[in-house]
């Protein structure tokens, strides 16, 4: 199994990072990628990366949220972070008008300085959507040639949105999301026609606990060898077996973050 989506920096696994990586390994984890959602947040991913390579490998990034920090000297730093060979993807970054925690206006300039940032290095990106999925597509259709491949992550979207990002050649993560009988909603019958080739799986721990796990941590964190239950629940939707569903993911994980 191959997490594409954790936040090993987040509050909830401080001091027990390497009981949590220990942990994973032994659930049967061959791999993750830590993901970065600011600038500091994305120092510390490629901190871990660096610190266990070969297993966490790390993104560099600026999540939508966070857009109104980015300044000059962040770009310098996320430049310097994607020169390093574990951290294999730009972002979590993208907009978001859900929410608005960072104005439509700075996302818009964080999400386009991030993508020419990437023209020289053509890592693939870590996109992160919701709302906002005409402006996000304007956005990567103008700044094509800032990236060949990337991955949609913890994908919720329509139809529409499905494609639009697979005629981009990007890829879609999926989470614990669609273990949520009350809002998995269309991703029920969207993970069907999700290429094989196209399809990763991510917990986005310690959030988004697969609602379908009857014995839940009481604290109701998440963790990523929790990803087992995503997959369980994906192959059931697709009708496929829990194992190719497990072996194709990490396969698709592998080629596209190029980890070996």
């Known amino acids: 199994m191959f997490d594409i989506g954790v936040n090993l920096t987040n509050g909830r696994y401080k001091g027990k990072l390497q009981q949590l990586l220990d942990d994973s390994r032994n659930h049967g ?35 939508p949220h966070d857009a109104k920090t980015l300044d000059q000297e962040g770009l310098k730093t996320l430049k310097s972070l994607l020169q390093q060979p574990h951290v294999v ?16 206006e700075d996302q818009e ?29 304007e956005i990567l259709k103008a700044h094509r040639s800032c990236f060949e491949h990337g991955v949609t992550h913890c994908f919720t979207g329509t139809r529409e949105a499905l494609f639009g990002y697979l005629d981009l050649g990007l890829h879609i993560g999926v989470t614990g999301w669609i273990c949520d009988e009350r809002r998995a909603g269309d991703l029920v ?24 796990i009857k014995l839940r941590p009481r604290n109701n964190t998440n963790f990523p060898w929790f990803v087992r239950e995503v ?15 497990r072996n194709y993911t990490a396969e698709n994980a592998r080629r596209l973050f190029q980890t070996g």
């Open 231 to 245: 997959i369980r629940i994906v192959a059931l939707y697709r009708g496929e077996t829990e194992e190719d569903v």
């Open 109 to 137: 300039w964080a999400f386009t300085a991030q993508l020419d940032l990437n023209r020289d290095f053509q890592k693939p990106l870590y996109l992160h959507e919701r709302d906002a999925y005409t402006r996000q597509m």
């Open 89 to 104: 993807a730009l972002g979590e970054m993208g907009l978001d008008f859900n929410r608005n925690f960072s104005t439509p």
């Open 189 to 212: 019958n969207l993970v069907k026609e999700i290429p094989r080739d196209r399809l990763l799986v991510e917990t986005d721990s310690p959030f988004l606990m697969p609602r379908s």
């Open 29 to 63: 984890v061959a791999g993750m990628v830590a993901i970065g959602t600011s600038v500091k947040e994305s120092l510390a991913s490629a901190k871990i990366a660096a610190d266990h390579p070969g297993y966490v490998f790390a993104t560099a990034g600026v999540h």
